[in-house]
Nanobody, 119 residues
Framework: QVQLVDSGGGLVQAGGSLRLSCASS????????VAWYRQAPGKERESVAI???????YYTDSVKGRFTISTDNAKNIMYLQMNSLKPEDTAIYYC?????????????WGQGTQVTVSS
C-alpha cells in the first residue's frame, strides 16, 4: 500500500508563496501520475495541477502561471510551488498519485494540508 504524507501548508499573506510537499512511502512518482487537489469550505474538491506519467501537465485556469507541479523521483517527493497567492486559494490541499486516473483522481491520497491566504 502506498502512503502519501503532504506538508508545507500554513498562513500566508496575499501575494506570498508557499511550497507544498508530498512524500511517498515507495518509489511512487517515477511510475505514477501525480496531482494536487484542493477543497475550500463549502465547495467540492477540485483538481489544481496534474502531471501525467508522460510528464504532461494540466493546471486549472485559476492557478495557471502561479502554481507549478513537480517531482523529485530520487527523493520520492512531489511538490506544488504556489506563488502570488490569493485569498481564494485558501483550502485544504491534497496530494494524489497512482497508476491511472479516474474522474475522482488517482488511487492514493495524502491526508491534506491547510493553506490559508489572508488579504
Amino acid at each position: 500500500q502506498v502512503q502519501l504524507v503532504d506538508s508545507g501548508g500554513g498562513l500566508v499573506q496575499a501575494g506570498g508563496s508557499l511550497r507544498l510537499s508530498c512524500a511517498s512511502s515507495g518509489r511512487t512518482f517515477s511510475r505514477y501520475g501525480v496531482a494536487w487537489y484542493r477543497q475550500a469550505p463549502g465547495k467540492e474538491r477540485e483538481s489544481v495541477a496534474i502531471m501525467s506519467r508522460d510528464g504532461s501537465t494540466y493546471y486549472t485556469d485559476s492557478v495557471k502561471g502561479r502554481f507549478t507541479i513537480s517531482t523529485d523521483n530520487a527523493k520520492n517527493i512531489m511538490y506544488l510551488q504556489m506563488n502570488s497567492l490569493k485569498p481564494e486559494d485558501t483550502a485544504i490541499y491534497y496530494c494524489n498519485a497512482g497508476p491511472y486516473r479516474t474522474p475522482q483522481g488517482y488511487q492514493y491520497w495524502g491526508q491534506g494540508t491547510q493553506v490559508t491566504v489572508s488579504s
